[in-house]
Every structure is written in C-alpha cells, then in structure tokens.
C-alpha cells in the first residue's frame, strides 16, 4: 500500500510505526502493508532468514488445528483472537468447509484489521470482525457482536495464535487466558502458538522485536506449556509447529525457523 494515497490516520492507521498485523501480512506476502512494516521485518530476516517460511508454519498448524476442532471435536464456534488481517485460508473458511453452520467471531486491536474485514462480513452471516483488546478479556467476552455469534454455553474454540508473545509479562497474560476460559464451558479448547526462546537466533530476534516494535516475548516451552494448565492437553503436546499432528513427513532434525513457535490444543475438562 502507498502511504500517500489516503488520509490513514482518519482510519486510526498509523504509518510511521511498524505495527503487528502489517508485519506478519508483509511475511505472508500480502499486500496490506507499508514501508516501516517492510524495514521491520527486513531487520529480523538479517537473524533469522527463514522468517516467512516460520509465518507459513504458523499459518499451516491454524489450519490443521481448527480442521482437527471442527472435524473430530465437533466444535461449532470459534473466538479467534489476534485474529490478524484476512489472508488465505482463514479459520471460518476452513471450519466452514467442515461444518457450513460454524460461527466465528475475529478480534483484533488493529485498526486496519477492521478496515479489510469488512469483505469477510459481506462473505457470510456466520462471521465478524471485532475491534477490541485482548488485554480487557472482560470486554471482549462482553462484547455485543461477539455474543451475537457465541454462545458461551455450548463448546467455544478459543483461539490465541500467534498473539500471547505480543502481551509484556506484566500484563497478565495467563490471567488472561483464565478469564477467557473460565467464560466458557466444558468441552471447550484452547489452540495457543507462540514464539518460543529455542535458540540463540531466537534470544537475538526477541531483542530486535523489543527495540523495533514493542512487543515479541520469546518464552521458553516450559512457559508456553504453563498457559494450558489445569486442561487437557492434546498429543503430542506442546511442541514446535511442524511437529503438531503433521500431514505429511518432517525432517528428523528441526531448523531453528521450525523451532522458533511452539503449539498446542488442549481440552477444557
Ligand atoms: N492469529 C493470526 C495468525 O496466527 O495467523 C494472526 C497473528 S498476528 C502475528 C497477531 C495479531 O494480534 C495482529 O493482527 C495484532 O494486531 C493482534 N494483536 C496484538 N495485540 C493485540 C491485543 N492486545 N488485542 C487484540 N489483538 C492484538
């Protein structure tokens, strides 16, 4: 995008800092994004030259996740948080491809997340786009338009993918996830991914995150491990993405682009 072509700022949009959901469109190849987004993201290929194939491993486990929730859980609703802006494969295409009559509702605090999401509205009547932060979990699940789509009596995906790194230690990201899971009832699922501190590269990118956007704590698997307790968790656990519930073959040694996120799904009981 040009950032001279339009009055951004009237959109909340601002063009002289990175921001999140720009960046992560810059390394899915999308097109929503401005030259702060690309300098960012170019800083951090310069430690980690597999960054856009890591965007696409987190990309293929959603997929697998939210096909798994659909199909052999059976689940119908999905809360997608940090939802990020629509690429290919989003998670109501995918859970709507197994069951038409799945409901998702997407939040976001970025401002440009709304702006593109407005053709998802168009798309169907079982999906919308949110604008709040996660941060206020209380407000999320209070929210008018979430409740319209979820009923938080009956099982709810609750979907925080590539997003709990974005939230600083102090600000609670495990309480966090215990309200929202605590708001929903038994039968219910949490699907987390996360960058995880298993490298050298990995210490290095989580300086250059820090410094450059604001946000990007790499926690170790211990740590990410830590957000589903109390649940159920799936095999093979909390592990990196390429290694949860694969489609195919994975190598016997992981690079540190496929080490870098780390997943997992697990049952509220
Ligand atoms: N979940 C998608 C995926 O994994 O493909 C997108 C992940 S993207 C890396 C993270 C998203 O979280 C961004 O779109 C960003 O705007 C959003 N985000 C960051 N902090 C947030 C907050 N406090 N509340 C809501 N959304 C937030």
């Known amino acids: 995008m040009a950032e001279q072509e339009y009055d951004w700022a009237s959109l909340g949009i601002d063009v002289t800092k990175p921001s ?4 992560y469109d810059v390394v899915l190849k999308g097109k929503d994004n401005f030259e702060v987004d690309r300098a960012f993201v170019d800083q951090i290929v310069k430690i980690i030259p597999e960054l856009y194939d890591v965007a696409a491993y987190n990309r293929e486990i959603l997929g ?12 119908r609703q999905f809360l997608d948080l940090g939802s990020g802006l629509p690429t290919v494969r989003n998670t109501h295409q995918v859970a709507q491809e197994v069951a038409a009559d799945a409901r998702v509702a997407y939040v976001d605090n970025d401002p440009i997340v709304l702006a593109h999401g407005r053709a998802l509205l168009a798309e169907n009547d079982r999906t919308t786009v949110v604008t709040a932060d996660l941060r206020e979990p209380e407000k999320v699940l209070a929210d008018a338009d979430v409740r319209r789509l979820i009923d938080f009596d009956r099982p709810v995906a609750v979907m925080l993918v590539g997003i709990l790194h974005h939230l600083h230690d102090e600000e609670g990201p495990q309480r966090i996830v215990e309200t929202l899971l605590d708001a929903v009832p038994s039968g219910s699922h949490l699907f987390v991914t996360h960058f995880c501190a298993s490298s050298e590269e990995a210490r290095a990118a989580e300086e250059q995150y820090l410094a450059l956007l604001g946000t990007g704590r790499f926690r170790t698997p211990e740590e990410i491990t830590a957000y589903f307790g109390g649940l159920e968790l799936l095999e093979p656990g909390v592990v990196p993405l390429p290694l949860w519930r694969p489609d195919g073959e994975v190598p016997a040694e992981l690079t540190v682009g496929q080490r870098l996120m780390y997943g997992g799904i697990a049952r509220k009981p």
């Not at 999140?20 to 960046?23: F, K, P, Q, V």
């Not at 697998?64 to 689940?75: D, I, Q, S, T």
């Open 20 to 23: 999140i959901a720009r960046a």
């Open 64 to 75: 697998r996740g939210v096909r798994y929730l659909a199909g052999e859980v059976g689940l």
